[in-house]
């Protein structure tokens, strides 16, 4: 939790650099650094300044708005200003912004001259020599850039989740068999569903020390193991044929909510959860919760929790993000579970760049426990995918009446994935959605907008009467291809004025709507459905992907379009009421 004056400072200083970034008011900007050296300088912690009652204002350059966030920082552990900065830039902006040799200044230029988004896109504006022709940059610079991202890269080989999970499946099962353990969980970043991650830390518990270092043996031994980078007796880390790194850790099975604690992290939650148990006279560490040499808990995470004063926090949430704040005052959010889903509003067939038919289609949903799934082809536009024209979506349309009135528990709605055009008007005349369930409608093309105009034409679109769902609100193919560039704030809010809803796509490649963005839709009160995209009836199977990205933007069931039923659906997709 930053609570300490350096955190604050480098708040503000971040925000300060994010603001010079988006062009902002020189003198708002100058107050936020102004603040970050007030604070950054104190003598005494502004904790315990706050604690004893003193008006911060009667420091130096600090105003109510200051004070303000500086209160918000020490009593939330965040800004609300920083949060909201961090969704309007790229995200990769704050990355640029940590390279050695790149100030707010030259990411500005960067950013604003040669649309340099991604380390990706700066990596290539370096090689390609456009850099050194910038104001204030020069050859030095640019070569000194490409070293950066260079020594970056080399760091930041992350696995897509789907990609670890088909490692880390083969993996457990594989330890599960060695004799004498008790169990096996995958822990770290892959346990908090993060969308990539870095390696894969397992978590191995027996009965006696003595099998310990049998497991080490059998996990060395694994077949897709290229190299062993160490092996003890309760610990090792192997790197696999793929180049996914793995760690493991054997304890013993009474150390096991410690020890799973300790490794699913993230780092900043466990290091938050120490200071709290400091705090209460409590030591903690992978073996146990302790107080003066004597153990109080261990055997489970929930004790572990309940020993420092907190309910159970869900991996998903444990980012110190506010998650211990709220754990405190047992408010905790009844994340979304994937049975609670009844529907998906995203598929494919056949008769655009799907694999399976209609009836196919439907058959899966139903044994997937779906009481409803929405048909979306592409339109026309979409030439590479065989996009509908008017008479082919009006014939499947007949198509699924019939096949509705065949079906038993599942309807099949009719709907589109329409373009979104570059002016924001939909690819397909009215009086043909006028005819669909529901509308879903995309941006497929154009990525390279400026940011209001990329902004104006998707709230455009939703000012359409048909408008229902905006999929895939970013854009982003994760590790290929950046969001495009938009207001999520003001596309959100609209959406809630208009009635419209967003999707968080499940497919792994995509996971977006972002988990932040998730959580600011809660916020906004704007539904969200996690939908598969499926292409075939096997991709129905990525929705636990999406599932996971929403437990960590906080999403519960009531903030997810799709638990509702049928009839509760219609309800809230008729627009014209
Ligand atoms: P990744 O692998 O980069 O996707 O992210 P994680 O969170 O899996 O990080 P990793 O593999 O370095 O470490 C696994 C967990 O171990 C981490 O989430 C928390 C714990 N951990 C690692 N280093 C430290 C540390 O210095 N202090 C504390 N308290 N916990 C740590
Ligand atoms: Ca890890
Ligand atoms: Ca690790």
């Not at 503000?12 to 970034?21: G, M, N, Q, Y």
């Not at 909201?84 to 100030?103: F, Q, W, Y």
């Not at 049975?339 to 044994?367: F, I």
């Not at 929705?543 to 659906?569: H, M, P, S, Y």
Request: glycine residues 6%; charged residues 25%; proline residues 3%.
């Amino acid at each position: 939790m930053p609570k300490h004056n350096a955190d604050i400072a480098v708040i503000f200083e971040e925000i300060a650099d994010l603001l010079e970034i988006q062009n902002a008011n020189p003198f708002r900007i100058r107050a936020y650094r102004n603040a970050a050296r007030v604070i950054g300088e104190l003598p005494n912690e502004v904790s315990h300044l706050l604690e004893k009652g003193m008006d911060l204002t009667q420091l130096p350059g600090i105003g109510d708005d200051l004070a303000g966030k500086i209160k918000e920082i020490v009593t939330a552990g965040h800004c609300n200003l920083l949060d909201r900065l961090h969704t309007e830039l790229p995200s990769a902006i704050t990355e640029l912004l940590k390279l050695p040799g790149l100030g707010p200044k030259r990411v500005k230029a960067l950013y604003h001259d040669l649309d340099v988004q991604t380390l990706e896109q700066l990596h290539r504006a370096a090689r390609d020599g456009r850099i050194r022709a910038l104001p204030g940059f020069g050859e030095k610079i640019e070569n000194n850039i490409l070293q950066a991202i260079e020594v970056h890269a080399n760091q930041a080989q992350r696995f897509k989740l789907a990609i670890a999970a088909q490692y880390a499946e083969a993996l457990e099962k594989y330890l599960t068999a060695t004799p004498g353990i008790v169990r096996v969980t995958v822990a770290g970043s892959y346990r908090r569903m993060r969308e990539t991650v870095g390696d894969l830390d397992i978590l191995v518990t027996t009965a006696t020390t003595a099998t310990a270092r049998e497991v080490v043996r059998r996990f060395t031994r694994y077949d897709e193991v290229i190299e062993i980078l160490s092996a003890g007796a309760t610990r090792a880390s192997v790197m696999l044929k793929c180049g996914l790194q793995v760690d493991l850790r054997v304890v013993r099975e009474e150390s096991y909510g410690a020890a799973l604690h300790y490794f699913t992290g993230s780092k900043a939650h466990n290091i938050a959860i120490r200071v709290l148990a400091q705090k209460k006279g409590l030591k903690i560490n992978e073996y146990g919760v302790f107080r003066e040499g004597v153990r109080i808990a261990g055997e489970s995470e929930a004790a572990v929790y309940a020993a420092v004063g907190l309910a159970y926090i869900p991996p998903e949430l444990r980012e110190n993000h506010g998650e211990i704040e709220i754990a405190k005052s047992g408010k905790l959010p009844q994340l979304i579970e994937r049975s609670d889903l009844r529907g998906d509003l995203h598929a494919h067939t056949k008769a655009t760049d799907g694999h399976n038919t209609l009836r196919e289609m439907a058959q899966a949903g139903l044994a997937q426990g779906f009481e409803y799934l929405a048909i979306t082809e592409h339109s026309r536009r979409l030439t590479v995918a065989h996009g509908l024209d008017t008479q082919q979506l009006l014939k499947q349309c007949d198509e699924i009446d019939q096949l509705n009135a065949e079906l038993q528990g599942i309807t099949l709605l009719k709907s589109i994935e329409v373009d979104i055009l570059e002016d924001g008007s939909l690819d397909l005349p009215d009086s043909v959605l006028a005819r669909l369930d529901l509308v879903v409608a995309a941006v497929h093309s154009s990525f390279n907008l400026s940011r209001t105009r990329q902004t104006e034409r998707i709230i455009h679109a939703m000012q359409h009467p048909h408008f229902t769902l905006l999929a895939h609100p970013t854009g982003r193919l994760l590790q290929r291809r950046a969001p495009y560039d938009v207001d999520m704030l003001r596309i959100i809010r609209e959406a809630r004025q208009r009635g419209c809803f967003l999707e968080l796509n499940a497919h792994p490649e995509r996971l977006d709507l972002l988990d932040t963005q998730c959580r600011m839709a809660k916020e906004e009160g704007v539904l969200i459905s996690i939908n598969s995209d499926a292409h075939s009836i096997y991709d129905f199977a990525n929705l636990r992907f999406g599932i996971g990205q929403a437990r960590r933007g906080w999403l519960e069931k009531c903030d997810v379009l799709n638990t509702r039923t049928v009839q509760e659906l219609r309800l809230l997709i008729d627009r014209t009421m």
